[in-house]
């Protein structure tokens, strides 16, 4: 049997609607998300890509845009939430508006902290971090889970062992297998599989609820490349978060 890697970003969530950053926030879902999400199983079953196995990170968002996949496709599907692919920290920039962040930062630097490979910003403060590493989401993680601030090149660097050691093992074995994760853990997963350019990386843009579909070719080698949506009205969706500015 052939495997298969499937891709989502969870539904919206209340900091979606809201314009902040999140990052490592737990934030819930809005009533859309979990209709995005609902929608989401309902394309995998019209598709007949039925998980094997769901990867989730541990905030619930995800875990919740999980759990209705699930429930639509009537199934009790083996999950497990893996902190690496928890959302990307973005330090003292976390809970501020994107609108009150690029009036401070000015568009470029507001541009490279968000969509640069290696654009960091300041840390949170240690406050705000203690506080963070308590939430239930978050609380008992090994202490390199939780940075005070993170870039997507560090995002990279974590998720990377968890997609050659777990995931495509998994497919190779004929799995398919669920990643529902964040806009910027799932792009770090993308530049790891697609091996992306730097300016590859900055035009990635994944819209909530839409699952994005790889395959092994004969060599193992997880294709098309950039992936293929199983909604084409994906595509009008990634244009939209870019023109919000991205993830």
Known sequence: MT???????????????????????????????????????????????????????????????????????????????????????????TGMTKVSARTSLGDAEYLRLRRSRDGRPAPMPLGAWFTLRQSLALRGLPRVAVQRTESLADVITRIQPVLHLRLVPAVAAGQTVLVVAHGNSLRALCACIDDLTDVELADLNLPTGQPLLYRPNAAGVLQPRGGEYLDPAAHHAAALVAAEGGT
């Open 3 to 93: 495997g298969a890697l499937v891709l989502l970003r969870h539904g919206e969530s209340t900091a979606n609607r809201a314009g902040t950053f999140t990052g490592l926030l737990d934030v819930p879902l809005t009533a859309r998300g979990e209709e995005q999400a609902r929608q989401a199983g309902r394309l995998l079953a019209a598709h007949h890509e039925i998980p094997d196995l769901i990867v989730t990170s541990t905030l619930q968002r995800a875990l919740h845009t999980a759990d209705l996949v699930s429930d639509v496709l009537d199934r009790n599907i083996p999950t497990t939430a893996v902190w690496e692919f928890n959302e990307r920290n973005y330090g003292a920039l």
